[in-house]
Nanobody
């Protein structure tokens, strides 16, 4: 019943910004994790950022820390990934993902960016960074 719907992908020039959105619904427990991943052709899926719904704790991988920001819009029940200073290597399909916190067998800080952590996935949104 958990559903994630992504939007906001598109084409942007190097150095530009883009904001992705993930509309989340169907959660029956308060403690869950929303995360963003990306996958470029020929590369493995890469975790980027995560946020804990209950207290807003955020997690980032070094490659995007300082450039990307994950946030929650309570009024819209959506989660956002603000992406700044985009570069061609950021070109990929971006996915939002979710899981209930209680399902984790290790602390969230060690599992937040592992694809296997997440049960639910959005459809993906293409982000292309090119001149």
């Amino acid at each position: 019943q958990v559903q994630l719907v992504e939007s906001g992908g598109g084409l942007v020039q190097p150095g530009g910004s883009l904001r992705l959105s993930c509309a989340a619904s169907g959660f029956t427990l308060n403690h869950y994790v929303i995360a963003w991943f990306r996958q470029a052709p020929g590369k493995e899926r890469e975790g980027l950022s995560a946020i804990l719904s209950s207290d807003g704790s955020t997690y980032y991988v070094p490659s995007v820390k300082g450039r990307f920001t994950i946030s929650r819009d309570n009024a819209e029940n959506t989660y956002h990934l603000q992406m700044n200073s985009l570069e061609p290597e950021d070109t990929a399909v971006y996915y939002c993902a979710a899981t209930y916190l209680y399902t984790l067998r290790s602390p969230l800080a060690t599992k937040a960016h592992d694809a296997d952590t997440y049960e639910y996935w959005g459809q993906g949104a293409q982000v292309t960074v090119s001149s």
